[in-house]
């Protein structure tokens, strides 16, 4: 079974930082794509960052600049670090990978995590 757990969330003041992790767990051979999605209360879920082939990023127009993600294939893990937020970004983040394991190729969701930001 494969397993992805987020961690890191939480209340921040607008303008501080936070990271966020994910770590998949299971019997992995390798990770294809890995994304943030934030959905916040009555709205769309929407992709925040994505990162494929440990180095090639991209970003939604609303945390350009701000948010930065990165992968670390060794430990199946994707962060995603939050520079200067602010309550817009406020929702549930959850961590998304496109893995490949014992099950074969298939697309994973993490259970999400609360970010909070307000002063």
């Known amino acids: 079974q494969v397993q992805l757990v987020e961690s890191g969330g939480g209340l921040v003041q607008p303008g501080k930082s936070l990271t966020l992790s994910c770590t998949a767990s299971?019997?992995?051979?390798?990770?294809?794509?890995m994304r943030w999605y934030r959905q916040a209360p009555g709205k769309e879920r929407e992709l925040v960052a994505g990162i494929t082939g440990g180095s090639s990023t991209s970003y939604a127009d609303s945390v350009k600049g701000r948010f930065t993600i990165s992968g670390d294939n060794a430990k199946n893990a994707v962060y995603l670090q939050m520079n200067s937020p602010k309550p817009e970004d406020t929702a549930v983040y959850l961590c998304n990978m496109m893995l490949f394991s014992i099950f074969g190729k298939r697309n994973y969701w993490g259970q999400g995590t609360q970010v909070t930001v307000s002063s």
């Open positions: 299971g019997r992995i051979f390798g990770i294809d794509v």
